[in-house]
């Protein structure tokens, strides 16, 4: 999809074909960045000269990441927070968020000594609600998914009076978001291209107003997993089905907002998706070369860059790294499973007699090889072999997949019968 956009500097735009102008304009990011100057991380963009040699265009990087609750999200949050009289602040606020944004509303509603009660499904991880109560919130869990948990907010916002902070919704937290894009474009203004992560679209929004108020012609590209094309869906008029595990659960909104909605589709170029596979390996890339730490949902912007590298080849794209949450235990997961794609960590089952030296003999040949043993196991019972043979299943290390090729051959130039062990990557990994 295309879209059009007001000149430079106005402050509103009009949707294409009609005359309303939209619920966020260029003068709320502005008037968002100067509130929120002092309060929040002016995160730092940064041209990588390394990934651009491996992705084929020129990429800057924003690094949300190194905000205080490692998220994009606290500029959306303060930027609501600041402006509730104070009648709603004695009331306190509310919100529902499973991750991210609890977290940007509890530090910064306590920082501003604002009562806050976050809601969170039952099945959020202990560690997320344990660090939302460290930030000085109570937390309230609700239900098995978000849409049980939205309700509860909600509830206890006509209860108790308290104000809802929307995660995405509502145009004070767009146009929180969309300084991220004012900051970008300040350092770099000859953006061609800005790749945006979007699950209910209140980056992509914000961004897109301000992005597209100071260069008309750059190209705003949001990105979602494949299992929750939720914003795909509604600017390409489609039904599309979300659902599933994802490693991008930040931006697994199964339903687009209906501010942010509007907000894209006038704005946005094109929403595309990208695969699990796609984001695990973007997740790697920046842990490998910039040598920071994504989650899954922070990682889909160099993911698009992977999958849909053509579209850029040659552009100089920014894209966003939208957070740093992410459980150690999936992250060391997603690091091995990187591993045995680049071919760094192969399986390799060996059939040899069942005699003495046998695994003397593999071990000595896989060592010449340049293979480094990491794990051994020398099976007799539970194989599909002649009974005077065994199976030697051994896990080495290698420099890539040619390399494990080259081990192979000369595990058979040496008599030995190799299978490679096959590893299939559909599903996400466990979190």
């Known amino acids: 999809m295309t879209a059009g956009a007001g000149p430079a500097g106005t402050g509103s735009f009009a949707e294409p074909g009609g005359n309303d102008p939209l619920p966020v304009t260029v003068d709320d990011v502005v008037a968002a960045a100067n509130r929120l100057t002092g309060a929040i991380e002016r995160t730092p963009s940064a041209h990588s000269r390394t990934l651009s040699q491996v992705l084929g265009c020129r990429v800057v990087v924003k690094f949300e990441n190194l905000q205080f609750v490692a998220s994009f999200k606290e500029r959306g949050a303060l930027n609501k927070l600041l402006q509730i009289s104070d009648g709603e602040r004695a009331k306190g606020v509310v919100a529902m968020s499973a991750g991210n944004h609890a977290q940007a509303v509890a530090y910064h509603a306590t920082r501003l000594g604002i009562d806050a009660t976050i809601v969170m499904p039952t099945i ?34 006509g209860d108790e009076g308290r104000t809802y902070v929307h995660p995405f919704d509502d145009p004070a937290v767009i146009a929180g978001q969309g300084t991220c894009a004012l900051e970008m474009l300040t350092d770099d203004p000859d953006l061609e291209v800005l790749v945006v992560p979007v699950g209910g679209g209140g980056l992509l929004a914000g961004m897109a107003v301000a992005a597209k ?73 920046l842990l490998e070369i910039e040598k920071v730490v994504a989650e899954g949902a922070g990682a889909t912007g160099v993911a698009t860059l992977i999958e849909h590298r053509d579209r850029f080849a040659g552009k100089k794209v920014g894209v966003v790294i939208t957070g740093g949450n992410v459980d150690p235990r999936l992250l060391a997961s997603v690091i091995m499973r990187g591993l045995i794609r680049n071919g760094r960590l192969t399986r390799l089952r060996v059939e040899v007699p069942d005699a003495p030296g046998s695994m003397g003999d593999v071990t000595t040949i896989l060592g010449r090889a340049g293979a480094n043993i990491v794990e051994i196991l020398h099976q007799r019972m539970f194989v599909d072999l002649s009974a005077k043979s065994a199976e030697i299943e051994v896990t080495v290390e290698t420099l890539d997949n040619h390399h494990v090729h080259r081990v192979v051959a000369a595990l058979e130039d040496a008599g030995y019968a190799v299978r490679i062990g096959k590893f299939t990557f559909r599903d996400p990994p466990p979190g």
Do not use: W
């Not at 998914?145 to 916002?157: Q, S």
């Open 213 to 285: 108020a100071l260069s008309p012609e750059i190209e705003l590209i949001g990105v979602q997993t494949e299992r929750y094309p939720s914003m795909a869906a509604r600017i390409s008029h489609t039904d599309l089905p979300c659902g599933g595990s994802t490693i991008a659960e930040g931006i697994a909104v199964p339903r687009a907002g209906l501010v942010t909605g509007r907000i894209v589709e006038a704005l946005v170029d094109d929403v595309v998706t990208v695969t699990e596979e796609h984001i695990e390996q973007g997740m790697n890339l």
């Open 124 to 157: 959020t991880p202990f560690v997320k609600v344990q660090r939302t109560r460290e930030l000085g919130a109570a937390v309230v869990l609700r239900g098995d998914g978000l849409a049980e948990a939205e309700a509860e907010a909600m509830r206890l916002a």
